[in-house]
């Protein structure tokens, strides 16, 4: 069966994900209240997070979202999710450009990224031509150029829709959420929109860009109050820390894009972010390769989820590309979701089932499962070592993590070196 890639926080997770997934919602009251106030007992909320296999909801909603915007999508040759009409030319010469429009092809937009010296290019399909078809002949025509299509990407975890009857609130996560430097720690952030004033980020530093106007998603408030969360008895792997979120998507049904998600490393690079979660995951792409390849160059450790396609599937990216820190999930067991991609890639497990997280509207914390939910732990549990870009630090930010999970030297691909913020899972079932 071929895997496919769809933009879903663009739409499906602004309610039509929730349908999709059909996940039981928790019923948590808005507020952290009193313990006593469940309606239920502890074992049977506990029990109904246990979220079903997430691999079915791409397959069962790309069909439908390209054939309801085949105005600004289109499928590549492949299958995967493309803008309509866009080819991408990553810091093409002049040579390449001009082959470009000798190919009938325009500049739609460029962008700069002065601090790591490239540019990315968007050229137009002129009307009528076909993408692949003139992808094809750009390629031949400049063969030691970059190209390729503007390809859509996704988020990697369900948040459970908001069909509640019942209250409670999460428990606390045992141990300390906030170590030494959090006060001049920063983690960024490439998602949907982030919900600023969810009760556990009202009281966060939150810098935020990409669109005219605030656009609060599911799943990026899930993934930032995972981040920098802080409400009562709920904390994230670093509440105190200064969040640079980025939304690629602002409702925009062509949102997500692979120009998007440079655009936005561009950004935190300018802003010498040097911890960055992105829980996308897509195809390859050879813009998207070569602006992580200058982001970690440059210095950035770049945290990604390895995406729930199963562990026969092919692999994820940017999780996959070299030097990415592919974060994998585990449930309360400490076992591997059964959907989680398996591999080289992966390099640490975290936390990403049976666990909560904040979401916009009511209630206000929901379940949550998928490699989405268990990379921020990751990246707020590197950001306090690597406060500014710098290759060795990030090294040696990455091997004292490593040690942390494990021995420092024996690496899976199930869980990389081992299971780290065990201890950052705000789970349901500690429930009284």
Same mark, same amino acid.
């Given at each position: 069966?071929?895997?496919?890639?769809?933009?879903?926080?663009?739409?499906? %997770?602004?309610?039509?994900?929730?349908?999709?997934?059909?996940?039981?919602?928790?019923?948590?009251?808005?507020?952290?209240?009193?313990?006593?106030?469940?309606?239920?007992?502890?074992?049977?909320?506990?029990?109904?997070?246990?979220?079903?296999?997430?691999?079915?909801?791409?397959?069962?909603?790309?069909?439908?979202?390209?054939?309801?915007?085949?105005?600004?999508?289109?499928?590549?040759?492949?299958?995967?999710?493309?803008?309509?009409?866009?080819?991408?030319?990553?810091?093409?010469?002049?040579?390449?450009?001009?082959?470009?429009?000798?190919?009938?092809?325009?500049?739609?937009?460029?962008?700069? %990224?002065?601090?790591?010296?490239?540019?990315?290019?968007?050229?137009?399909? #002129?009307?009528?031509?076909?993408?692949?078809?003139?992808?094809?002949?750009?390629?031949?025509?400049? #063969?030691?150029?970059?190209?390729? @299509?503007?390809?859509? &990407?996704?988020?990697?975890?369900?948040?459970?829709?908001?069909?509640?009857?019942?209250?409670?609130?999460?428990?606390?996560?045992?141990?300390?959420?906030?170590?030494?430097? $959090?006060?001049?720690?920063?983690?960024?952030?490439?998602?949907?929109?982030?919900?600023?004033?969810?009760?556990?980020?009202?009281?966060? +530093?939150?810098?935020?860009?990409?669109?005219?106007?605030?656009?609060?998603?599911?799943?990026?408030?899930?993934?930032?109050?995972?981040?920098?969360?802080?409400?009562?008895?709920?904390?994230?792997? /670093?509440?105190?820390?200064? /969040?640079?979120?980025?939304?690629?998507?602002?409702?925009? #049904?062509?949102?997500?894009? *692979?120009?998007?998600?440079?655009?936005?490393?561009?950004?935190?690079?300018?802003? =010498?972010?040097? $911890? !960055?979660?992105?829980?996308?995951?897509?195809?390859?792409? =050879?813009?998207?390769?070569?602006?992580?390849?200058?982001?970690?160059?440059?210095?950035?450790?770049?945290?990604?989820?390895?995406?729930?396609?199963?562990?026969?599937?092919?692999?994820?990216?940017?999780?996959?590309?070299?030097?990415?820190?592919?974060? +994998?999930?585990?449930?309360?067991?400490?076992?591997?979701?059964?959907?989680?991609?398996?591999?080289?890639?992966?390099? %640490?497990?975290?936390?990403?089932?049976?666990?909560?997280?904040?979401?916009?509207?009511?209630?206000? &914390?929901?379940?949550?499962?998928?490699?989405? @939910?268990?990379?921020?732990?990751?990246?707020?549990?590197?950001?306090? *070592?690597?406060?500014?870009?710098?290759? $060795?630090?990030?090294?040696?930010?990455?091997?004292?993590?490593?040690?942390?999970?494990?021995?420092?030297?024996?690496?899976?691909?199930?869980?990389?070196?081992? !299971?780290?913020?065990?201890?950052?899972?705000?789970?349901?079932?500690?429930?009284?």
């Amino acid at each position: 069966m071929k895997h496919l890639y769809i933009p879903l926080l663009a739409l499906a %997770f602004c309610g039509g994900a929730s349908a999709q997934l059909r996940l039981p919602s928790l019923g948590l009251s808005p507020s952290l209240g009193p313990l006593d106030n469940l309606r239920r007992p502890a074992q049977q909320l506990a029990d109904r997070i246990d979220l079903p296999d997430l691999r079915a909801l791409r397959l069962d909603t790309v069909g439908r979202l390209l054939r309801e915007h085949p105005d600004v999508l289109e499928a590549d040759p492949r299958g995967e999710p493309i803008v309509r009409a866009e080819i991408l030319a990553w810091s093409p010469s002049a040579a390449g450009l001009d082959a470009a429009r000798a190919a009938g092809l325009r500049v739609l937009r460029e962008e700069r %990224f002065e601090e790591l010296g490239q540019n990315l290019v968007v050229l137009g399909v #002129p009307a009528g031509g076909l993408t692949a078809a003139l992808l094809e002949r750009l390629r031949a025509l400049d #063969p030691e150029g970059h190209y390729d @299509f503007n390809h859509v &990407y996704t988020g990697s975890g369900g948040v459970a829709p908001a069909q509640a009857s019942g209250q409670g609130a999460p428990a606390s996560a045992t141990g300390s959420a906030a170590g030494a430097g $959090v006060a001049n720690a920063r983690v960024g952030l490439v998602d949907s929109g982030v919900d600023g004033g969810h009760p556990a980020l009202r009281g966060a +530093t939150i810098r935020s860009w990409g669109c005219d106007a605030p656009h609060p998603d599911a799943h990026g408030t899930a993934v930032a109050a995972l981040m920098v969360g802080r409400d009562g008895r709920f904390h994230g792997a /670093l509440p105190g820390a200064q /969040l640079y979120a980025a939304d690629i998507y602002c409702a925009n #049904p062509a949102g997500g894009s *692979a120009a998007q998600i440079a655009a936005a490393l561009g950004w935190l690079a300018r802003e =010498q972010v040097a $911890v !960055i979660n992105l829980s996308l995951v897509g195809p390859p792409n =050879q813009a998207l390769e070569r602006i992580v390849a200058a982001m970690l160059a440059r210095g950035h450790l770049l945290v990604a989820a390895v995406g729930n396609d199963g562990p026969a599937a092919p692999p994820l990216y940017p999780a996959s590309y070299p030097g990415v820190v592919g974060v +994998t999930a585990v449930d309360r067991r400490n076992q591997p979701l059964p959907e989680a991609a398996r591999g080289p890639q992966v390099q %640490f497990a975290a936390p990403g089932n049976n666990m909560v997280s904040a979401s916009p509207g009511e209630p206000s &914390y929901r379940a949550v499962r998928g490699t989405s @939910f268990a990379a921020p732990l990751v990246a707020g549990l590197l950001a306090p *070592a690597l406060t500014r870009p710098d290759r $060795v630090r990030a090294r040696e930010a990455l091997a004292a993590l490593a040690r942390q999970a494990g021995d420092g030297t024996t690496v899976s691909n199930t869980l990389g070196y081992g !299971i780290v913020g065990a201890d950052l899972r705000i789970d349901p079932a500690r429930l009284r």
